[in-house]
């Protein structure tokens, strides 16, 4: 898909009109408390948000950047570090791209994972980054550099990417959390009863420590209104090139020149503004001043349905998330856990855990992928029924003929696994009970059809 593709579409060229008519008004105040600090943030507006731009950055001593919050500040960076990355690529200076694109990292937060690849790769990094600029810059999804297995794409990489492209918007949670957030006021408003998958933006959940309490939230999904997860590579940098084009379509719209957006030099300009005021009103969707109170707020909390949560549900104070089996709706907890340590659940409040480790989520994935494909599976998973043969293949059997245990574990493994987005849900089912369907984007398939669940769980537990 081309961007001229893109934004010709109906459901994107309503969205882009509505939202050029909305960036002054009320429709986008909000407020919330940050949790460095315990500062209140309010907002009148979007343009008010981008006013009220705030990112505390470290100071840079090797450009002679000191330590700032200001939106002049982290300008003042982004464009020192533009200039460091853009010269870098064009001199072939695999030291010098490595060095600013560390830099950003820093500025960013988000050194974990990124700056070790960038020195794994160190003496390549001018191919790599420039062919993926170029690739970029063509304005086209399908474009060679997007399916190669060196691509890395983050939200770190999603900076780097941002300052060597044209037009090119940084796409993180928090950009992620305002957008999907417009898009559900724009279907309320518009009267259309699901998000379009135009529009279907993918969000991330806030980079917190396992047992933070009351973490800020991202997932702007609403009752019938849900977004899918973001995932690391190729489905990302697609998706960042949609919401560039976007934006870009916003800030150069007829309505927007009656905004104060337009009181900014260029189409460029505006796109960096929007792109900041989306960053401040993303970081937390939840009204946290007045929590419980008026419609923000009853707006912004999502209940939990008697299906499974869409995204990882309200965290309890040690980090565990809420969910609801599919057949019955029996609630229970889980936790996605990082060194391989695959997904753990336990009754509510309650201490006794429940392991799944990788070798059996992949190997009871692996099963499914040779047995189904793309075609749909049901839970048949009774506990008795399983080892006498006396059920349909499904996923109980899988699980239970590769690992060994009771299929009935399988109940919470399947709302799990719908949970984070590794199963579809089947609207068609060809029978009452419920059935799913592998997601592809999120399977981690190697040439030889082995599965591993392991980068995925761990962008989601990064929310990178």
């Given at each position: 898909?081309?961007?001229?593709?893109?934004?010709?579409?109906?459901?994107?060229?309503a969205?882009?009109?509505?939202k050029?008519?909305?960036?002054d008004?009320?429709?986008f105040?909000?407020?919330?408390?940050?949790r460095?600090?315990?500062e209140?943030?309010?907002?009148?507006?979007?343009?008010?948000a981008y006013?009220?731009?705030r990112?505390t950055?470290v100071?840079?001593?090797?450009?002679?950047l000191?330590?700032?919050?200001?939106?002049?500040?982290?300008?003042?960076?982004?464009?020192?570090?533009?200039k460091?990355?853009?010269?870098?690529?064009?001199?072939?200076?695999?030291?010098?791209?490595?060095m600013?694109?560390?830099?950003?990292?820093?500025?960013?937060?988000?050194?974990?994972?990124?700056?070790?690849?960038?020195?794994?790769w160190?003496?390549?990094?001018?191919?790599?980054?420039?062919?993926?600029?170029?690739?970029?810059?063509?304005?086209?999804?399908?474009?060679?550099p997007?399916?190669?297995?060196?691509?890395?794409f983050?939200?770190?990489m999603?900076?780097?990417?941002?300052?060597v492209?044209?037009?090119?918007a940084?796409?993180?949670?928090?950009?992620a959390?305002?957008?999907?957030?417009?898009?559900?006021?724009?279907?309320?408003?518009?009267?259309?009863?699901?998000?379009?998958?135009?529009?279907?933006?993918?969000?991330?959940?806030a980079?917190?420590?396992?047992?933070?309490?009351?973490?800020?939230?991202?997932?702007?999904?609403?009752?019938e209104?849900?977004?899918?997860r973001?995932?690391?590579?190729?489905?990302?940098?697609?998706?960042?090139?949609?919401v560039?084009?976007?934006?870009?379509?916003?800030?150069?719209?007829?309505?927007?020149?009656?905004s104060?957006?337009?009181?900014?030099?260029?189409t460029?300009?505006?796109?960096?503004?929007?792109?900041?005021a989306l960053?401040?009103?993303?970081?937390?969707?939840?009204?946290?001043?007045?929590?419980?109170?008026?419609?923000?707020?009853?707006?912004l909390?999502?209940?939990?349905?008697?299906?499974?949560?869409?995204?990882?549900?309200?965290?309890?104070?040690?980090?565990?998330?809420?969910?609801?089996?599919?057949?019955?709706?029996?609630?229970?907890?889980?936790?996605?856990?990082?060194?391989?340590?695959?997904?753990?659940?336990?009754?509510?409040?309650?201490?006794?855990l429940?392991?799944?480790?990788?070798?059996?989520?992949n190997?009871?994935?692996?099963?499914?992928?040779?047995?189904?494909?793309?075609?749909p599976?049901p839970?048949?998973?009774?506990?008795d029924?399983?080892?006498k043969?006396?059920?349909?293949?499904?996923?109980?059997t899988?699980?239970?003929?590769?690992?060994g245990?009771?299929?009935?574990?399988?109940?919470?493994?399947?709302?799990?696994?719908?949970c984070?987005?590794?199963?579809?849900?089947?609207e068609?089912?060809?029978?009452?009970a419920?059935?799913?369907?592998?997601?592809?984007?999120?399977?981690h398939?190697?040439?030889?059809?082995?599965?591993?669940?392991?980068?995925?769980l761990?962008?989601v537990?990064?929310?990178?």
């Amino acid at each position: 898909m081309n961007k001229s593709q893109y934004l010709a579409m109906k459901e994107v060229n309503a969205f882009v009109a509505w939202k050029s008519a909305h960036l002054d008004d009320a429709t986008f105040a909000h407020a919330y408390t940050l949790r460095t600090g315990n500062e209140p943030w309010t907002c009148t507006s979007l343009f008010n948000a981008y006013e009220k731009y705030r990112w505390t950055h470290v100071a840079l001593p090797e450009y002679g950047l000191e330590a700032g919050s200001s939106f002049a500040s982290n300008l003042l960076v982004l464009d020192t570090l533009q200039k460091e990355l853009r010269e870098g690529l064009v001199a072939g200076d695999n030291g010098r791209v490595l060095m600013a694109a560390t830099a950003v990292m820093n500025w960013g937060g988000v050194v974990n994972g990124n700056v070790p690849w960038l020195n794994a790769w160190r003496e390549d990094l001018c191919r790599i980054i420039g062919e993926t600029r170029d690739a970029i810059n063509a304005g086209d999804t399908d474009q060679p550099p997007f399916a190669r297995n060196e691509l890395r794409f983050t939200s770190g990489m999603s900076k780097v990417y941002s300052l060597v492209c044209d037009g090119f918007a940084i796409y993180d949670s928090r950009v992620a959390a305002a957008l999907c957030h417009a898009v559900v006021l724009f279907c309320r408003e518009t009267g259309r009863d699901c998000v379009p998958p135009d529009l279907n933006f993918p969000w991330a959940a806030a980079r917190t420590s396992p047992n933070a309490v009351n973490p800020p939230q991202r997932n702007a999904s609403q009752d019938e209104y849900t977004f899918q997860r973001l995932v690391r590579g190729r489905p990302y940098v697609v998706w960042n090139m949609k919401v560039s084009w976007l934006l870009s379509a916003i800030a150069s719209h007829r309505s927007t020149q009656d905004s104060a957006f337009a009181r900014l030099d260029s189409t460029a300009q505006r796109l960096r503004a929007m792109e900041a005021a989306l960053f401040m009103f993303g970081y937390d969707l939840v009204d946290r001043p007045n929590r419980g109170q008026g419609a923000g707020a009853a707006s912004l909390m999502r209940v939990i349905s008697d299906g499974p949560s869409h995204d990882q549900g309200s965290p309890t104070e040690d980090g565990w998330a809420q969910c609801k089996t599919a057949a019955h709706g029996t609630p229970f907890e889980y936790r996605l856990v990082p060194a391989a340590a695959g997904i753990h659940t336990r009754d509510v409040g309650e201490k006794p855990l429940f392991r799944f480790s990788d070798e059996e989520l992949n190997r009871t994935l692996q099963a499914l992928l040779r047995d189904f494909g793309d075609l749909p599976f049901p839970l048949a998973n009774s506990v008795d029924g399983v080892p006498k043969g006396k059920v349909p293949n499904g996923l109980g059997t899988a699980f239970w003929k590769e690992t060994g245990k009771s299929a009935g574990h399988t109940s919470r493994l399947a709302a799990v696994l719908q949970c984070i987005e590794i199963f579809k849900a089947c609207e068609n089912a060809p029978t009452a009970a419920k059935y799913w369907s592998l997601n592809r984007e999120t399977l981690h398939v190697d040439g030889f059809g082995n599965v591993n669940i392991r980068p995925y769980l761990d962008a989601v537990i990064q929310g990178d």
